[in-house]
């Protein structure tokens, strides 16, 4: 079994920058620390991250699968990465593994409201 290494570093992106590719299969999390990042499918802005602390880019970790969508730093932004493995990421940093799993039952949250209100604005409609 290979071992790895965990790897925490800044970056500084500037307005305009991609910083993860739809498609890809890189094994990057990030955090933004500072700045605004628009999130794109197909080309088309779907959402847009501003809150300080927030975990982007773990779905193609966690799921094994290639980035669903294309993250792009708004304005000036500095963000944390770690590589190395997700399950190493969560035994070493015990915080990120709970800022990780609030991160992804806010999302969940969220859908879940838009998707009622979706469905209610639909049967309504019927």
Request: negative net charge; charged residues 30%.
């Amino acid at each position: 079994m290979g071992y790895k290494t965990i790897v925490k570093t800044q970056r500084l992106y500037s307005a305009g920058s991609t910083i993860v590719e739809e498609g890809d299969s890189d094994q990057e999390m990030f955090i933004l620390n500072e700045g605004k990042l628009g999130v794109f499918k197909a080309g088309e802005r779907i959402a847009q991250i501003e809150e300080e602390g927030v975990f982007f880019g773990e779905m193609c970790e966690i799921l094994g699968e290639p980035r669903t969508a294309t993250v792009k730093a708004l304005d000036d932004c500095l963000v944390t990465v770690y590589t190395g493995g997700l399950d190493r990421i969560v035994r070493e940093f015990p915080t990120i593994a709970k800022k990780l799993i609030e991160t992804l039952a806010e999302r969940l949250k969220h859908t879940s409201d838009q998707f009622y209100v979706f469905k209610v604005g639909t049967s309504q409609s019927a």
